[in-house]
DNA sequence: GGAGTATGCAACCATGTAGTTGCACAAAGG
DNA sequence: CCTTTGTGCAACTACATGGTTGCATACTCC
């Protein structure tokens, strides 16, 4: 199940901004990052690493230089679920409230 | 920014699970979930904790135990933010071929 | 070919954190 | 009361991981 990776990627609040910049700008190699976040280079790689294994970001390399962007449609399945957790119990109001008050087990005063 | 803590929460698929139950069988003690994972009803408590802490989920003492539920619309702006990130680029298709097309910087033979 | 620029690799450090264990505290109920 | 059951706290371990540094490798262009 990949997408166990998806959600520990974007765990990553480093790793959500270069989600973030990727989305506004466009592909870019980890050197123009770098210029973006008060990181290494390699740290920057290391976070797009995890995104590409992860399947959100893509990499392709073009002569000198290796180019970074966002893999249409790799959040999904991670969006699917937190529509269906989030609705599930929207849907019956609190939950909490619910079962506690249909089942005091013992007797509470 | 609370947000983050939303993300580092469900970054964890033992969180994740944990949420799902939840989901699934509304208000649970520390103790009954406990039977549902390899773990110790400690470090259920502190996924709890942390699951709290992040805005997801609410407790509440009932006499000699302690309820968690989900708190209703948590995730939504976590919801939000994958869907505005996935759509800005899912719209231009593949930004790197984009990119890519458009500016060769240098020639490439 | 040699300088310049970009990427790749590996070792290393430090901190965060998932998980356990042990024990103390609190509430029910006979 | 005293036992049972559930929770709370604290110390401790182990491992994952974010980050750096140093150097090697690849490509381009004059």
């Given at each position: ?29 980890a ?7 008060p990181?290494t ?13 992860a ?37 019956r109001?609190?939950?909490?409230d ?12």
């Open positions: 199940m990949r997408d166990q990776a998806v959600f520990a990627a974007i765990g990553d609040p480093t790793r959500r901004e270069i989600v973030d910049l990727l989305a506004k700008r466009g592909a870019m190699t050197t123009e990052m770098d210029d973006h976040f990181l280079r390699q740290a920057v790689v290391k976070h797009l690493r995890v995104l590409e294994s399947g959100i970001a893509v990499s392709e390399r073009r002569g000198n230089e290796v180019f970074y962007a966002l893999q249409p449609g790799s959040l999904s399945k991670a969006t699917a679920w937190l529509e269906r957790v989030g609705t599930s119990w929207d849907r109001l609190s939950a909490l619910k079962h506690l008050s249909a089942k005091p087990k013992r007797a509470v005063r």
